[in-house]
């Protein structure tokens, strides 16, 4: 049986083939991914973020942003596992939001560093809160 080499327009279809093989491999099993891609362009008075510089790495940087009751965070880590947020606890004596980080699960994650803005009706000012970040302890 003779062999032929992936030469022109073979090579350009198994090349398209493989990627895609992929690019599904990347897509998480759960899903569409929560949140939405990129950095949200005016999302209000930034809030101080802090609790996850002190703890094990994360799988995300992240930045909070309030305005009219509304919290957004923007964390910044892999495209295809996101660092998903979700406020646990808002504790107004305190001027404090705890929110947890759990990083989304797939079978592969991309080493890029992208954007994703979540947002949450808090329904109150918190323009002087601090956003306190624990890990959910999901692993990462």
Do not use: H, K, N
């Not at 703890?55 to 009219?68: G, N, T």
């Not at 979540?118 to 918190?126: A, E, H, I, K």
């Amino acid at each position: 049986m003779a062999r032929y080499p992936l030469t022109g327009g073979r090579r350009w279809v198994a090349t398209v083939a493989a990627a895609g093989l992929l690019l599904t491999g990347c897509a998480p099993s759960g899903g569409q991914l929560p949140g939405t891609p990129g950095a949200s362009p005016a999302p209000g008075s930034r809030l101080d973020v802090a609790g996850y510089e002190d703890s094990p790495p994360l799988p995300a940087a992240v930045q909070a942003y309030e305005e009219a009751g509304v919290l957004t965070v923007i964390t910044t880590g892999s495209s295809s596992c996101p660092a998903v947020p979700e406020v646990a606890d808002v504790r107004p004596d305190e001027q404090l939001v705890i929110l947890t980080i759990t990083p989304w699960r797939a079978e592969f994650c991309t080493a890029d560093m992208a954007p994703r803005t979540f947002t949450f009706d808090v329904g109150r000012d918190l323009r002087s809160f601090t956003v306190e970040v624990q890990s959910s302890g999901d692993g990462g």
